[in-house]
């Protein structure tokens, strides 16, 4: 059994910054990628950004000035710190990781920003 879980999230000002986090555990073999996802209201699933196990990133061209990824690879924890935030990172983020194994995904975490 597998367990993604992130934290982090809640209400944001704009402009402001928050930082999520995600936590991989359970029976798992190695993980390969790890990223995150966000939905908006209304809006399909989209990529935020993705981290190889060497530690290359991609980001989304919508956030990749204002957003950056990390992993512990020890740990198996991938966080995502966005700054200069704006009502149209409003949505759901979800962590993902792609295993050997398979691929798993978290429950989601809610990001508002709103004055």
């Known amino acids: 059994q597998v367990q993604v879980v992130e934290s982090g999230g809640g209400l944001v000002q704009p402009g402001g910054s928050a930082r999520l986090s995600c936590v991989v555990s359970g029976s798992i073999s190695s993980i390969l990628t790890m990223g995150w996802y966000r939905r908006g209201p209304g809006k399909a699933r989209e990529l935020v950004g993705v981290i190889s196990t060497s530690g290359s990133a991609n980001l989304a061209d919508s956030v990749k000035d204002r957003f950056t990824i990390s992993r512990d690879n020890v740990k198996n924890t991938v966080d995502l710190q966005m700054n200069n935030l704006t009502p149209e990172d409003t949505a759901v983020y979800y962590c993902?990781?792609?295993?050997?194994?398979?691929?798993?995904w978290g429950q989601g975490t809610q990001v508002t920003v709103s004055s």
């Open positions: 993902s990781a792609i295993t050997l194994s398979g691929g798993y």
